[in-house]
């Protein structure tokens, strides 16, 4: 009896250890956290204004038109223990997902880094055009090489962030106009090109004659991928810090706005938001939206506004307080809220997000 007890309490003990040795192992999740909010009227943590405009008159105005992010604990090369995310699990306002979501399996740390970095970049860019096209304010296009084929007739003489100039010597606009003389002549034609190239790729503008090859539709190609590069009429300049991400779109635009406004858009309310945007002013949905709307409920913020594409994560926030959530699925949409805001009238007539509506 007593050989039993001893074999019973050793493995009681052994089971207690792996117990307590698994809930330390770590899992493949993430765990999602209210993140920072900056106010895209206001300045960043060193000082310098979030969104500043040079060769025009730019005007700075009280309130807060606040983009706000998530924050990420866990990944391949720092996870989490079960027990973390069991606590998140319990939390109202953290999430539990898969790493995969974030990391796939088929990309590196440093690929998805540089991905969540460019799409950043992009989102600014959009926004300055979104902004300007709802303002009516005119800009230019340029040919951009967006991307060389290893292999092609371009590879090795054009770069990506090449500005097509001129093909065959006649100037182009766009990228429609580019890719067409380009694939205007037969292929193993010559074709002349001439690139503005950075600067700090050692040289201005530069002449190059390459040999056109078949396309897949039987046309002359070079093996480029074109995009159209905004030339806008004045530099707006983002100090965001080392935020990453598309989602900040939509408020990127509404600030810039607001500082080319010279009454301003708010009235001195404060407002967060969040979805990505597009050129022409659509507002697309984002992920996180409940823990957002707790980053900006922190920050003092009184209106939300979400893309129409996410609503449904609004529901999911039992943290988020008091907020008014206004949905929206257009520049022009937010620019309405925020006059109904600025004015307090027309508030109940806004769209707001209802339970059940897909998102």
């Not at 995969?100 to 088929?106: C, H, K, Q, R, V």
């Not at 034609?189 to 503008?205: I, N, P, Q, S, Y």
């Not at 969040?274 to 209106?303: C, F, H, N």
Request: glycine share 12%; net charge negative.
């Amino acid at each position: 009896m007593l050989r039993r007890v001893k074999t019973l309490l050793a493995a009681l003990i052994v089971l207690c250890a792996l117990a307590v040795a698994a809930a330390y192992l770590p899992v493949p999740y993430l765990v999602a956290s209210p993140g920072l909010a900056l106010n895209t009227l206001g300045d960043n943590s060193e000082g310098d204004p979030v969104i500043h405009i040079e060769g025009t008159e730019e005007y700075r105005h009280d309130g807060g038109l606040s983009m706000v992010t998530v924050q990420y604990a866990g990944g391949p090369d720092a996870r989490l223990n079960i027990l973390s995310v069991i606590g998140a699990w319990l939390s109202p306002t953290q999430a539990v997902l898969p790493e995969a979501a974030l990391f796939p399996p088929d990309r590196s740390i440093e690929d998805v880094t540089e991905s969540q970095t460019l799409a950043m970049d992009d989102s600014q860019t959009t926004a300055t055009a979104a902004a300007f096209n709802e303002l009516g304010i005119d800009y230019g296009l340029r040919p951009l090489v967006a991307g060389v084929e290893k292999g092609a007739p371009a590879d090795g003489e054009l770069e990506q962030g090449d500005v097509i100039l001129e093909v065959d010597g006649e100037p182009v606009e766009d990228k429609t106009e580019a890719a067409e003389r380009v694939g205007d002549r037969d292929p193993g034609d010559r074709v002349e090109l001439t690139v503005d190239r950075a600067e700090e790729k050692g040289a201005d503008e530069t002449a190059l004659e390459l040999t056109t090859e078949e396309g897949d539709e039987g046309n002359a190609v070079i093996g480029i991928m074109i995009a159209d590069d905004p030339d806008f009429p004045f530099e707006v300049e983002f100090q965001v810090g080392d935020i990453g991400g598309p989602s900040a779109g939509m408020m990127f635009a509404l600030g810039i706005m607001d500082r080319l406004d010279p009454d301003g858009l708010t009235g001195g309310e404060q407002v967060a938001g969040t979805g990505t945007i597009d050129t022409e002013g659509k507002v697309g949905g984002v992920s996180g939206v409940a823990q957002k709307m707790v980053s900006a409920r922190d920050l003092g913020a009184e209106y939300f506004l979400v893309a129409e594409e996410s609503c449904a994560q609004t529901f999911e926030s039992a943290a988020a307080g008091d907020l008014e959530v206004f949905k929206v699925a257009e520049l022009s949409d937010a620019v309405r809220a925020l006059k109904a805001i600025k004015t307090g009238e027309g508030l109940s007539d806004l769209p707001r997000c209802e339970p059940g509506q897909a998102g």
